[in-house]
């Protein structure tokens, strides 16, 4: 089997639906993934600039929005 034919059956989109916002603020990542990735690893992605697209702050807290941060997930999943 092929990366590309596991990641196709792969359905992030679950994730959304069960979550109660439309944004995730960086520290609860690992609930929103069930423990798959971890705050830092959102972190170090943002620095290196490979994390999901349209991050923000408010105050000191970063978030994302779940769409963006499902396409992102998605795009590393093998």
Not at 14 to 31: E, F, H, M
Not at 34 to 44: E, F, K, P, Q, S
Not at 55 to 60: H, L, S, T, Y
């Amino acid at each position: 089997m092929n990366k590309k034919s596991i990641t196709s059956r792969l359905d992030f989109s679950d994730l959304a639906k069960k979550w109660p916002s439309t944004i995730v603020y960086r520290g609860q990542v690992g609930k929103f993934t069930g423990g798959m990735v971890a705050a830092g690893t959102l972190a170090n992605a943002d620095s290196a600039g490979k994390g999901p697209v349209g991050r923000f702050r408010i105050g000191k807290k970063t978030g994302y929005r779940v769409e963006n941060l499902i396409r992102w997930l998605e795009s590393r999943a093998s």
